[in-house]
Every structure is written in C-alpha cells, then in structure tokens.
C-alpha cells in the first residue's frame, strides 16, 4: 500500500457521459498530480495541484477538469467523455511543491468508455 | 522539451542472470532521474531517483542504475533477477524549476521485463 487511494479502481460508462474519479494523497504530502495511461500515449501528466492550488499543467483537455479540496484530496472530472478517454488514471502525491522531483503513485482508476 | 527513450520494449531474461535496462534522455538543464516499476494491475513504484552527488545509485529490491551525463543515460542494472521481477520498467526525468508549468515527470514507453524459468 503506498498510501495514496484512489476511487474507483475500474469505471465502465457511456460516451458522453461525466465522470469523477477521486485520490486521498499520503498523510502529510501537499502535492497531487494526474496522469493517465493509455497503450498508444504512454503516461501523460495531466495536472498539478498544491495546497489546494493549481501548480502545473500538461496535457489535459479542456473537457477534464481537476481540483484539490481543503483537506488535501482531489478529483478529476472527466465530461463528454470519448471511447479514445479509456485509459488508467493515475494519481501521485508529494510533499513537495515542484513537479519534477518524483513521487509516489496510487494503484489507479481504469476508466473504460463503451 | 524533454523526453525519455526507452529503445527495448520487451526484454527476456533467465531467472539468475544479470539485467540491464537502457534509458536515454534529452532535458536542457541538470535531469532529475527516476525509474519505476508497475506490476499488472498496480500503480507505479519508485526504485530508485538520481538528483546529485554520486553517479551510482542503489535502490530498492536489489536495483541500481548508473547516471553517465555524456551519453545522457541512466540505465537499471540488477546482477541476478528473480521472477517476481517480471514487470513493465519507466525511466522518467524531471527537474527542479520553479514557478510551475508544465515540468511533470517524463516518462519513456516502458520496457517489459519476462523472466525465464
């Protein structure tokens, strides 16, 4: 257990439909980040939050959303979403503010679109 | 913009024999340097991370890897693999600026580690 959970672990929804998918950071660490999986993408950075605020961002689409709540965890809002969205999203934690010093992942959300 | 090379997809290894997992980057300042492993179905575990300092660094599960800034690699190296080992492997770069953007980890397509009894 690496200490930051993710909910859902699998996800089966319909085009068009919204999703959200949530992660509890480890205790004590500050940053969250997305990413998301896929076969043909490889792991893309979506986006960073820190203490609550964005800090970083990378190869999200304007129909994803995130944010990160006074209490540390975050959720990622997935809408109108497309068959090509089925992916694993990952969500990872650290204690510190800038993204590119590594850090620690949860196990995941398989999102599959139909 | 920085990027991450893994050049072996996939890699058969006898259980008992040596391994080396090649990673090539390109990144316009001083790489912070990671590799990671995902078993099926988890996230991702962090081996090992190079920030300074010695170019050789040990990690977890009996793994090092071997920072060289001339041939901008950072290569995973086990002396004997075991078969709980069999897995996908990510190098990945990062870096320390600040002021945000879009500085995220960097991570190569992955290799996938077989075992072979």
């Known amino acids: 257990d690496s200490g930051v959970t993710q909910t859902p672990k699998h996800l089966i929804t319909a085009t068009g439909q919204r999703v959200t998918l949530r992660c509890s950071p480890r205790?004590?660490?500050?940053?969250v980040y997305w990413y998301q999986q896929s076969l043909d993408q490889g792991l893309q950075f979506l986006i960073q939050?820190?203490?609550?605020?964005?800090?970083a961002k990378g190869n999200i689409l304007e129909r994803f959303s995130a944010q990160q709540f006074p209490d540390l965890h975050s959720e990622l809002n997935l809408s109108s979403l497309e068959l090509g969205d089925s992916a694993l999203y990952f969500c990872?934690?650290?204690?510190?503010?800038?993204?590119?010093?590594?850090?620690?992942f949860g196990s995941g959300t398989r999102l599959t679109v139909v | 913009a920085q990027s991450v090379t893994q050049p072996d997809i996939h890699i058969t290894v006898s259980e008992g024999a040596s391994l080396e997992l090649r990673c090539n980057y390109s990144y316009g300042a001083t790489p912070y340097l990671f590799w990671y492993v995902q078993s099926p179905g988890q996230g991702l575990q962090l081996l090992l991370k190079?920030?300074?300092?010695?170019?050789l660094v040990q990690g977890i599960k009996g793994f090092e890897a071997e920072f060289k800034r001339s041939q901008s690699s950072f290569n995973l190296r086990k002396p004997s693999v075991h078969w709980s080992d069999a897995a996908e492997y990510f190098c990945a770069v990062g870096g320390d600026r600040s002021g945000g953007g879009a500085d995220g980890l960097t991570f190569g397509k992955g290799t996938h580690l077989i075992i072979q009894p």
């Open positions: 205790s004590g660490d500050l940053s």
């Open positions: 190079y920030f300074s300092g010695d170019t």
């Open positions: 939050y820190y203490n609550g605020e964005e800090r």
């Open positions: 990872a934690s650290s204690v510190e503010p800038v993204p590119g010093l590594g850090y620690t």
